[in-house]
Nanobody, 125 residues
Protein backbone atom coordinates (compact mmCIF):
# COMPACT_ATOMS: atom_id res chain seq x y z
CA UNK A 1 0.00 0.00 0.00
CA UNK A 2 1.17 3.55 -0.65
CA UNK A 3 0.07 6.87 0.79
CA UNK A 4 0.29 10.01 -1.32
CA UNK A 5 0.54 13.66 -0.23
CA UNK A 6 0.45 16.49 -2.77
CA UNK A 7 1.92 19.95 -2.28
CA UNK A 8 2.90 23.00 -4.28
CA UNK A 9 -0.49 24.34 -5.29
CA UNK A 10 -1.40 28.00 -5.00
CA UNK A 11 -2.55 31.14 -6.77
CA UNK A 12 -0.69 32.23 -9.91
CA UNK A 13 -1.34 34.66 -12.73
CA UNK A 14 -2.01 33.43 -16.24
CA UNK A 15 1.26 32.69 -18.00
CA UNK A 16 2.97 31.77 -14.76
CA UNK A 17 4.36 28.48 -13.50
CA UNK A 18 3.94 26.11 -10.59
CA UNK A 19 5.54 22.82 -9.66
CA UNK A 20 3.44 20.28 -7.86
CA UNK A 21 5.00 17.51 -5.80
CA UNK A 22 3.54 14.22 -4.65
CA UNK A 23 5.38 12.45 -1.86
CA UNK A 24 4.75 8.75 -1.46
CA UNK A 25 5.22 6.58 1.58
CA UNK A 26 6.47 3.03 1.41
CA UNK A 27 9.57 1.28 0.14
CA UNK A 28 8.09 0.16 -3.17
CA UNK A 29 7.39 3.53 -4.79
CA UNK A 30 9.55 2.63 -7.77
CA UNK A 31 7.21 -0.26 -8.61
CA UNK A 32 4.23 2.07 -9.12
CA UNK A 33 3.20 3.94 -12.21
CA UNK A 34 1.98 7.42 -11.30
CA UNK A 35 -0.54 9.85 -12.66
CA UNK A 36 -1.82 13.37 -12.17
CA UNK A 37 -5.50 14.24 -12.48
CA UNK A 38 -7.50 17.39 -11.87
CA UNK A 39 -11.05 18.34 -11.06
CA UNK A 40 -12.54 21.76 -11.59
CA UNK A 41 -15.75 22.85 -9.82
CA UNK A 42 -18.78 21.26 -11.43
CA UNK A 43 -16.67 19.10 -13.73
CA UNK A 44 -15.57 15.50 -13.76
CA UNK A 45 -12.08 14.45 -12.75
CA UNK A 46 -9.85 14.46 -15.81
CA UNK A 47 -6.53 12.95 -16.70
CA UNK A 48 -3.52 15.27 -16.91
CA UNK A 49 -0.34 13.18 -17.16
CA UNK A 50 1.12 9.76 -16.40
CA UNK A 51 4.59 8.31 -15.94
CA UNK A 52 5.83 4.74 -15.86
CA UNK A 53 7.59 3.29 -12.85
CA UNK A 54 11.02 3.84 -14.39
CA UNK A 55 10.18 7.31 -15.67
CA UNK A 56 11.02 6.24 -19.18
CA UNK A 57 7.49 6.62 -20.50
CA UNK A 58 5.27 9.67 -20.13
CA UNK A 59 1.83 10.49 -21.45
CA UNK A 60 -0.15 13.75 -21.48
CA UNK A 61 -3.63 15.01 -22.08
CA UNK A 62 -3.82 17.11 -25.23
CA UNK A 63 -4.89 20.11 -23.18
CA UNK A 64 -1.56 20.25 -21.32
CA UNK A 65 0.87 18.81 -23.87
CA UNK A 66 3.83 21.12 -24.37
CA UNK A 67 3.07 23.08 -21.19
CA UNK A 68 3.21 20.48 -18.40
CA UNK A 69 5.97 17.99 -17.62
CA UNK A 70 5.66 14.96 -15.37
CA UNK A 71 8.77 13.50 -13.78
CA UNK A 72 9.74 11.34 -10.83
CA UNK A 73 12.63 10.81 -8.45
CA UNK A 74 12.42 7.27 -7.13
CA UNK A 75 15.22 7.91 -4.63
CA UNK A 76 13.02 10.60 -3.05
CA UNK A 77 9.72 8.73 -3.49
CA UNK A 78 8.35 11.79 -5.25
CA UNK A 79 6.58 12.56 -8.51
CA UNK A 80 6.41 16.08 -9.90
CA UNK A 81 4.23 18.06 -12.26
CA UNK A 82 5.89 21.14 -13.69
CA UNK A 83 3.21 23.44 -15.04
CA UNK A 84 4.21 26.31 -17.33
CA UNK A 85 2.19 28.84 -19.33
CA UNK A 86 -0.73 28.35 -17.01
CA UNK A 87 -4.20 29.35 -18.15
CA UNK A 88 -7.33 30.16 -16.14
CA UNK A 89 -8.86 26.92 -17.41
CA UNK A 90 -6.11 25.02 -15.58
CA UNK A 91 -7.74 26.04 -12.30
CA UNK A 92 -8.67 22.87 -10.42
CA UNK A 93 -7.81 20.60 -7.53
CA UNK A 94 -4.89 18.46 -8.67
CA UNK A 95 -4.53 14.88 -7.47
CA UNK A 96 -1.74 12.37 -7.82
CA UNK A 97 -2.52 8.69 -8.09
CA UNK A 98 -0.62 5.40 -8.11
CA UNK A 99 -1.06 2.02 -9.71
CA UNK A 100 1.26 -0.93 -9.11
CA UNK A 101 3.11 -2.57 -11.95
CA UNK A 102 4.85 -1.78 -15.18
CA UNK A 103 2.09 0.30 -16.69
CA UNK A 104 2.32 2.95 -19.37
CA UNK A 105 -0.12 5.57 -20.68
CA UNK A 106 -2.70 4.87 -17.98
CA UNK A 107 -5.31 7.61 -18.17
CA UNK A 108 -8.45 6.28 -16.53
CA UNK A 109 -9.41 7.29 -13.02
CA UNK A 110 -10.73 3.78 -12.37
CA UNK A 111 -7.34 2.30 -13.21
CA UNK A 112 -5.55 3.85 -10.25
CA UNK A 113 -5.60 2.24 -6.82
CA UNK A 114 -4.28 5.01 -4.58
CA UNK A 115 -5.03 8.73 -4.46
CA UNK A 116 -3.77 11.76 -2.60
CA UNK A 117 -5.95 14.38 -0.95
CA UNK A 118 -5.38 16.98 -3.66
CA UNK A 119 -3.87 20.46 -3.89
CA UNK A 120 -5.65 23.55 -5.19
CA UNK A 121 -4.28 25.40 -8.22
CA UNK A 122 -5.89 28.71 -9.09
CA UNK A 123 -4.88 30.66 -12.19
CA UNK A 124 -6.08 34.24 -12.38
CA UNK A 125 -6.62 36.06 -15.66
Amino acid sequence: QVQLVESGGGLVQAGGSLRLSCAASGRTFSSYAMGWFRQAPGKECEFVAAISWSGGSTYYADSVKGRFTISRDNAKNTVYLQMNSLKPEDTAVYYCAAIPGERERVAGTADYDYWGQGTQVTVSS
